[in-house]
């Protein structure tokens, strides 16, 4: 499906400068224009290497690796509990995320199940750093478009959130707080109450974030029909998260394919758009939002009594053999492959970051568009720099 | 018209040049401190600044010294000479536009009986200058922003004409002053309390105005010259120090000069209701009454800019072609049957 489609829109773009040449007898010579890797766009060091064409977008290869840590052969020497502190810095806007798939799959392999209460504080925190990291995305979407005023109300918000994070964990980005077989400490007294004040406030954020730009004509001008990247060519790709599920492919690894935390428990919804393009995506992650605040709030008035640790061992040794574990992050499945060799370390881990999966299509979706609607489109796709390059 | 002071020509043109001199950077000053520093941090839920001076009055003379300090790069590639006038260029069309603006009957540094087509053309040359400036950088970004600035400025060009035409029409006159008078001296329905601002019956017109204007002064949302998140500055994106400061201090203070340019034509500009059109002690209060109004109007222009994302350069091409200028026509077209009707 793929090559037809690449095949079909090569096709346009060849005729389209074939009309060119003949209707105005001039051969413009394409443009390379580097976009990063210093551009405020890319958030980090991406470059997108584009031929232009005018404004117009020939061809867009996005080059990576500026910004590559090596934390696969880092994690290889060092122990499980140290590894979770490299982990944090994939995703750095929703850290506990990250670590959330390493731990269940170490977990799995040394067959230990972290009690209940643990669970559900996971969950809780999980979804916290979903609501902290989505909410930035939509208040950045503001200024690619060039409104320059979401993003000041996004820091603001989502600064609540992160002092909810803090509360708990100690650490505001990087909290490091997951163990195999539970968590580093209990939820503080009168947690959950300023908790439940958050996510009202956070769902006052998304209803400012409707009103600022998801109503606005000029947002929809710029996002609708822009980017569309069809379902199939969506799977072929490999995206996931919102990107997927705004291409209208219902699918949550959270509801699919839930490694025993405590999402079944409560009462929720994925949400998906038709259209695929750049808005769909914008409104599906702010659903998403709303939809992550309301998990929240639910999971905060049904937190089950009991201990927050299992029993493991002090010095923990993963008994030999192997484990892959994926979790539905806040920029799609995030997966950890372990292999162990029964050491105090992993004697591999593979890491499958969805921002690495969802920049693949880049070349595919930038084929004739605008620059200025490059910008928007990376914008919608939603990397995180840190989790291209890892 | 009698002069201000009974003073020879050419002091009399030293004290105007003066003052058309030290107006640009205090407006802009005025702009940026109210508008960009203290009403965007209000829009934003930020303090701003608030510790140099006075309510962080001070700030920006902070950073005018800033400006000052910093090393003036030339990029190797540079057409050096072109790469050098053109903030002088785009400065010299915000200075004189200066000229013709009428702060009172006689606080005006030249009355020209063209006034408004000569402000009007004035006005353009900054196209010029920002061309330069994106050729001359020679940076891809610089380029796109100043091609894209070449295509958006001379677009909106037209529907700014076409809107002020309503006016002219209506007031007989393309004298500025002349405009004032007549606002001044109109009547509401037999009522003449506070004359005719025109606004009132070229409302079309000055929603045009304003839409154009806000184009030509490249704010959002019609700011792709420059749009900071995908051309990174665009046509000033090489510029640094004090040439980078000519550039911004040329945004700002056309920005002041085309809300006083709006003041003039659709509020009454000077004129304050009771006192006659010719009165010598409006030379004292019509400043203050023009700074008012200025202030509304660029209340309103930095009011959309904080708010509005940006248009795509296309979809503001065909706004400007499909929309604006039909409109525009349309205004002038029933301007024209209501004059000779009544």
């Given amino acids: ?390 | 018209m009698t002069t201000l002071l009974a003073l020879p020509y050419w002091q009399e043109t030293g004290i105007k040049l003066g003052l058309a001199l030290a107006i640009i950077p205090t407006t802009s000053l005025i702009l940026v401190y109210l508008f960009l520093f203290k009403m965007m941090a209000f829009m934003q839920s930020r303090l701003g600044p608030n510790d140099t001076g006075p309510y962080g009055t001070l700030q920006l003379i902070a950073e005018a010294i800033k400006f000052l300090q910093k090393e003036d790069i030339h990029p190797a590639q540079a057409d050096r000479r072109v790469f050098r006038m053109a903030p002088v260029v785009v400065l010299a069309s915000t200075f004189l536009l200066y000229v013709v603006l009428p702060a009172g009957p006689d606080a005006v540094v030249q009355n020209l009986d063209t006034g408004v087509f000569y402000a009007m053309a004035v006005s353009s040359i900054s196209v010029l200058g920002i061309l330069m400036a994106g050729w001359s950088s020679a940076n891809k970004y610089a380029l796109l922003g100043g091609l894209r600035a070449a295509g958006q400025l001379i677009a909106y060009e037209l529907p700014l004409i076409l809107a002020v035409m309503g006016v002219v029409i209506q007031a007989e006159t393309l004298n500025l002053q002349g405009i004032v008078e007549a606002q001044a001296t109109g009547e509401i329905f037999g009522f003449g309390g506070i004359g005719n601002p025109f606004i009132l019956t070229q409302f079309l017109a000055f929603l045009i105005f304003m839409i154009a204007a806000q184009a030509e002064l490249t704010q959002t949302p019609f700011d792709m010259p420059v749009a900071e998140t995908e051309l990174v500055g665009g046509f000033h994106i090489e510029y640094t120090g004090f040439r980078f400061l000519l550039f911004f201090m040329a945004e700002f203070g056309t920005a002041f000069a085309f809300a006083a340019l709006a003041s003039v034509m659709f509020l009454g500009g000077w004129w304050i209701p009771g006192f006659d059109v010719d009165d010598n002690i409006l030379n004292v209060l019509g400043p203050g009454v023009m700074l008012g109004k200025i202030l509304l109007i660029a209340f309103f222009i930095f009011w959309v800019r904080f708010t509005y994302p940006r248009l795509r350069e296309d979809q503001l091409q065909k706004f400007a072609w499909k929309v604006l200028i039909p409109l525009a026509l349309v205004n002038i077209v029933l301007t024209g049957i209501f004059k000779v009707v009544f």
């Fill in chain 1, 1 to 390: 499906m793929t090559a037809t489609s690449d095949r079909e829109q090569m096709a346009y773009i060849s005729s389209q400068a074939a009309d060119a040449r003949v209707n105005v007898e001039l051969d413009t010579g394409d443009m390379t224009l580097n976009i990063g890797p210093q551009h405020p766009a890319t958030h980090g060091t991406l470059r997108i290497a584009c031929q232009l064409d005018g404004e117009q977008v020939v061809v867009a290869e996005p080059i990576m690796g500026y910004m590559h840590r090596g934390y696969e052969k880092l994690c290889e020497v060092r122990t499980y509990p140290q590894c979770t502190t490299l982990i944090n810095r994939i995703d750095w806007l929703g850290s506990f995320a990250n670590e959330v798939p390493f731990i269940l799959a170490a977990e799995r392999l040394m067959e230990v199940e972290a009690p209940p209460r643990a669970q559900w504080i996971r969950t809780i925190l999980f979804e916290l750093s979903r609501v902290a990291n989505l909410a930035l995305f939509l208040g950045d979407m503001g200024v690619q478009i060039g409104a320059l005023t979401p993003v000041f109300f996004a820091f603001r918000d989502r600064e609540r959130v992160l002092n909810q994070i803090e509360e708990v964990t100690g650490g505001r980005f990087h909290p490091n707080f997951d163990r195999i077989g539970g968590l580093k400490d209990d939820i503080p007294k009168g947690w959950i109450e300023e908790t439940h004040s958050v996510m009202v406030k956070m769902r006052t954020f998304c209803d400012e974030m409707e009103d600022l730009l998801v109503g606005n004509e000029i947002f929809q001008a710029r996002c609708r029909g822009v980017g569309v990247i069809p379902p199939e060519v969506a799977l072929s790709y490999g995206l996931s998260g919102a990107n997927l599920r705004a291409s209208g492919v219902d699918w949550d690894l959270r509801r699919d394919a839930n490694p025993g935390l405590a999402w079944d428990q409560v009462d929720w919804r994925v949400w998906t758009h038709p259209d695929g393009d750049s808005f769909a995506r914008y409104w599906v992650r702010l659903q998403e939002t709303r939809e992550a605040t309301r998990i929240v709030d639910q999971l905060l008035d049904g937190i089950p009594s009991g201990p927050i640790m299992a029993k493991v061992p002090r010095i923990i040794k993963v008994p030999a053999g192997e484990a892959y574990l994926s979790t539905e992050n806040p920029l799609g499945e995030m997966g950890y492959y372990i292999v162990s060799k029964g050491d105090l370390g992993p004697f591999r881990v593979k890491i499958r970051t969805p921002s690495f999966n969802n920049i693949s299509i880049v070349p595919w979706v930038m084929k004739g568009v605008y620059v200025p609607d490059v910008i928007t489109i990376l914008g919608s796709l939603y990397f995180i720099l840190g989790d291209i390059d890892r």
